[in-house]
C-alpha cells in the first residue's frame, strides 16, 4: 500500500514545479568510508524536506526516530511523516525537525 501512497503523492510537487527525488539512497559513512549501504527516503523535496510514507494502524516513536536518522544523514532540517491509514490524512501527518525547536 506505501509504494501506491507514494506513487500518487510523487505527482504533487510536480504539479507545483517543484524538483524531488524519490526513493533516493542516503549514503553511510563510518569512520570517513562511504558503506555501500544506506537507507532510502521516500521522496526528498528540493532537497530540504524528506517525506516518509506510512500506512500503518498505529504510530509509534520509532518511526519517528527512523525520520530523525534520515535527517540527521541527509544533513536535513525537516521531514514530514504522513500515515495514509488514518480516516482524515491530515490527522495522521507528523513533523519532525532535526536540530529545530519546536514550536
Same mark, same amino acid.
Given at each position: 500500500?506505501?509504494? $501506491?501512497? !507514494?506513487?500518487?503523492?510523487?505527482?504533487?510537487? $510536480? /504539479?507545483? /514545479? @517543484? %524538483?524531488?527525488?524519490?526513493?533516493?539512497? &542516503?549514503?553511510?559513512?563510518?569512520?570517513? =568510508?562511504?558503506?555501500?549501504?544506506?537507507?532510502?527516503?521516500?521522496?526528498?523535496? !528540493?532537497?530540504? $524536506?524528506?517525506?516518509? $510514507?506510512?500506512? &500503518?494502524? *498505529?504510530? %509509534? !516513536?520509532?518511526?519517528?526516530?527512523?525520520?530523525?536518522?534520515?535527517?540527521?544523514?541527509?544533513?536535513?532540517? @525537516? /521531514? @514530514?511523516? &504522513?500515515?495514509?491509514? =488514518? *480516516? *482524515?490524512?491530515?490527522?495522521?501527518?507528523?513533523?519532525?525537525?532535526?536540530?529545530?525547536? =519546536?514550536?
Amino acid at each position: 500500500m506505501e509504494s $501506491i501512497y !507514494e506513487h500518487c503523492l510523487a505527482k504533487e510537487p $510536480i /504539479g507545483r /514545479g @517543484l %524538483h524531488f527525488l524519490r526513493q533516493h539512497t &542516503i549514503a553511510v559513512r563510518y569512520k570517513g =568510508e562511504k558503506l555501500d549501504l544506506g537507507f532510502k527516503v521516500d521522496l526528498w523535496v !528540493e532537497q530540504q $524536506i524528506i517525506v516518509e $510514507i506510512k500506512a &500503518i494502524d *498505529v504510530f %509509534h !516513536e520509532v518511526h519517528r526516530a527512523q525520520l530523525l536518522s534520515y535527517l540527521r544523514l541527509a544533513d536535513c532540517r @525537516l /521531514g @514530514l511523516l &504522513i500515515n495514509f491509514n =488514518e *480516516v *482524515v490524512v491530515k490527522d495522521g501527518v507528523h513533523r519532525v525537525a532535526n536540530g529545530l525547536n =519546536e514550536l
